[in-house]
Every structure is written in structure tokens, then in C-alpha cells.
């Protein structure tokens, strides 16, 4: 989960590290014909989901960090992605979603929609790399497999939804459900899970449902008696602050033309889900991405997709912060008219221009300057 928020908080400070790192995948892609997914004192343990090396070395490439080789990277991931017998991914292949009915012999978890959308999302990742290095046919390919989210969302129930071989779509499915087939999450949890397409799943939902869907996420509460497993904290509504799969989720709010609410979120986030005691994180904190959510966030930004080179904007927590840049600029953001009960923004500027959407760039930040949110 560190690629959604602690990767990208690297880029800022430590991009020396951030290519070393990059580098370490491909020398274990060199080694072992794939590239690591959760590596343990020296060995893969092959835990979790996803090929996620593949994110942080496509958001290294594409914000110009380092000096790998960029082709031998796009040959790694396109490599990883390719293993017909590993963790899933002929089935993926074969299906263009994950079938929860036929059994993985790599591993023994099933985690099958789970499977689906994270492979979806790093499919993309590759996608954009090509794009950029010119090789228009693995582009073509990788976008065309960035959409098998599609393939597992059901009209029916409005969810994504576990799939057979058939094409058939599991039976008395609910989305408060916890069930072998979603990785340490129920149907809420990764209805978001497409980063790199929310306008594409808003369409897919319909507009007006997409909207009451994202604003149920935050107010239906799990039943009083419900079984919550142990990953289910930190929660607001069926939003599980304390797990990752849905940690964008309170930014979507700016794509649908409604910043109010992503900053009431995320200021509640920020205040009543993290403290300064021994317990002051609301779960785990996965190799940094439950601090880098609130580094970031308190800051007033945040990766909703980690490759778009893009922060979405949020509220700030502090009346100025400075962030010193590695590469020897400064970034100082400002809160007019701040207090700590003054959470909504009426405007942003950046270097005296106002800043127009809900979004500053990579660039924008890495350069410096002056980061003004006028609070109201």
C-alpha cells in the first residue's frame, strides 16, 4: 500500500532514495524474472496483491527521478505482468477479471475482485509509461487492460462483484459483506478502487447514483452488532481509515464537483482518526502510508491516482507550513483566515495566481513558491 501515498512523499524528499529503490527492483528483476512485491529480510514473501513495484517506478520515471534505465523498467513491468502462472494473472488475462471460482495454485489466498481492480490500476501505470517512452503498441495493449474494472462491476447491484468463469456474478452478494474474495475489505471499501478512471467508474454508475453512493460510503455505519474484522478502524461510515484500499476516497468528492465535502472529510480525518500517543495511528501503519496520508493531507494535498503527476487539494491543518524540497526550492503553504474550526476553502493560489480546478501538478510543487489557501 505504500506506493498510494509514502512513495509519492518521497519523490518530494528523498528522490536519491527513490531511485535506488527503483533500482533494487530491477536488479530483483534481473534475478528473478519479476519484479518483488513484498519483500522480507532478503526474501519475497509474495504477500498482498498487485504488482505495485510498478507504480512507484512509473511515477519515478514519469517526474524525471533517477537514472535507470527506463526500457529495461517497461521490459520489467511488462515482464511481471505476463506471468500466466503467477498470483493470478493468466487467469486475469484469460477472463480480463479475476474468477472467484477457480483456484490460484500460487496462492492460497482467493482475493479475487481485489486481484481484478489492483491489477487494472497497475496495468495503467504501464500504460502511461509506454505512452511516454513511444512504444505505442504496449501502450494500446495496457490501456485496454486498465478497463477490466469494468468487466467486475455489476448494474445490478450497483457494486463491483466477484465473477465466475461463466461470466456470472456471485450470488447473494452484499457489500457490507467481508468475504475471501476482497482482500481485507468488504464492497464498499473497493468500489473506488480506479484511481486512474474515476470519471470512467462515475459513467459506468451514472452520475447522480455515483454521488449518492460516495456521499453513503461516509454516512451508513456498519449495524451496532456487525463483525468487523481486526483491519476495520478508523471508520467513518464504511470508510476503514485504518485499512488503505480506500484512502482517496474522501478526494474523489473534488472530481465530482463537490471540494466541500472532500475537506470535510479529510479535516475530520486529520483530527479524530490520527494523536500523539503510543496508539495515535487509527490502524496499520503499512511501511508508511498511514503517516504519508497525514503528511501529505496536513499540507493540503494528496496522490489520489499516484501516477498522474497530479494532488488533488484538500484543507490545511496548519496555519504555514514549510516543505524544503531536495532539490534546494521551498514550498510554503499558507491559511488565510485560519482556525482549527475552519476547515472549507473559498479559494487557492499559487504564487499569486489563482489556481484553477482542484488540482496542483508535480511540478507546481517541486518548483517552490507560495501556496495560498483562502479559508472561510
Request: charged share 25%.
Amino acid at each position: 500500500d505504500s506506493y498510494r501515498a509514502a512513495h509519492p512523499l518521497y519523490t518530494f524528499i528523498e528522490p536519491e532514495r527513490v531511485n535506488d529503490m527503483v533500482k533494487s527492483f530491477l536488479a530483483f528483476f534481473e534475478q528473478n524474472g519479476r519484479l518483488p512485491v513484498w519483500n522480507f529480510q532478503g526474501g519475497e514473501t509474495d504477500m498482498m496483491i498487485g504488482y505495485h513495484s510498478v507504480p512507484v517506478i512509473v511515477d519515478a520515471y514519469l517526474k524525471g527521478i533517477g537514472d535507470f534505465d527506463a526500457k529495461k523498467a517497461l521490459e520489467a513491468c511488462v515482464a511481471t505482468a505476463n506471468i500466466d502462472s503467477y498470483r493470478g494473472i493468466g487467469l486475469y488475462k484469460k477472463y480480463a477479471y479475476v474468477p472467484y471460482n477457480v483456484t490460484d495454485q500460487y496462492n492460497s489466498e482467493n482475493w479475487s475482485l481485489s486481484k481484478t481492480l489492483e491489477y487494472a490500476y497497475d496495468d495503467y501505470c504501464i500504460a502511461r509509461m509506454a505512452e511516454k517512452l513511444g512504444d505505442k503498441e504496449v501502450a494500446d495493449e495496457f490501456y485496454k487492460r486498465s478497463r477490466n474494472y469494468r468487466n467486475v462491476y455489476n448494474p445490478v447491484s450497483s457494486f463491483m462483484q466477484p465473477r465466475d468463469d461463466k461470466g456470472e456474478f456471485i450470488r447473494n452478494f452484499s457489500p457490507d459483506d467481508y468475504t475471501p474474495h476482497i482482500c481485507e475489505s468488504n464492497g464498499w471499501h473497493y468500489m473506488w478502487s480506479v484511481q486512474h478512471d474515476i470519471k470512467g467508474l462515475e459513467k459506468l454508475v451514472g452520475k447522480k447514483a455515483f454521488a449518492a453512493k460516495l456521499d453513503s460510503f461516509f454516512t451508513y455505519s456498519p449495524k451496532a452488532n456487525a463483525e468487523l474484522p481486526l483491519f476495520s478502524t478508523g471508520m467513518i461510515g464504511q470508510y476503514a481509515h485504518g485499512n488503505e484500499p480506500s484512502h482517496h476516497a474522501a478526494y474523489i468528492f473534488n472530481k465530482i464537483g463537490q471540494p466541500h465535502k472532500t475537506q470535510k472529510y479529510v479535516r475530520e480525518i486529520l483530527t479524530k482518526l490520527y494523536n500523539d500517543s503510543p496508539a495515535g495511528l487509527c490502524g496499520n501503519e503499512d511501511c508508511g502510508q498511514m503517516s504519508a496520508w497525514y503528511v501529505l493531507s496536513a499540507l493540503g494535498f494528496y496522490p489520489l491516482n499516484p501516477v498522474s503527476c497530479e494532488y488533488e487539494l484538500g484543507t490545511p491543518l496548519f496555519k504555514t507550513a514549510t516543505l524544503h524540497l531536495e532539490n534546494g526550492n521551498t514550498l510554503t503553504i499558507k491559511a488565510e483566515n485560519y482556525s482549527e474550526d475552519r476547515y472549507l476553502v473559498d479559494g487557492v493560489k499559487l504564487n499569486g495566481k489563482r489556481v484553477k480546478g482542484t488540482a496542483i501538478s508535480h511540478d507546481d510543487i517541486a518548483n517552490g513558491g507560495t501556496l495560498v489557501f483562502e479559508m472561510k
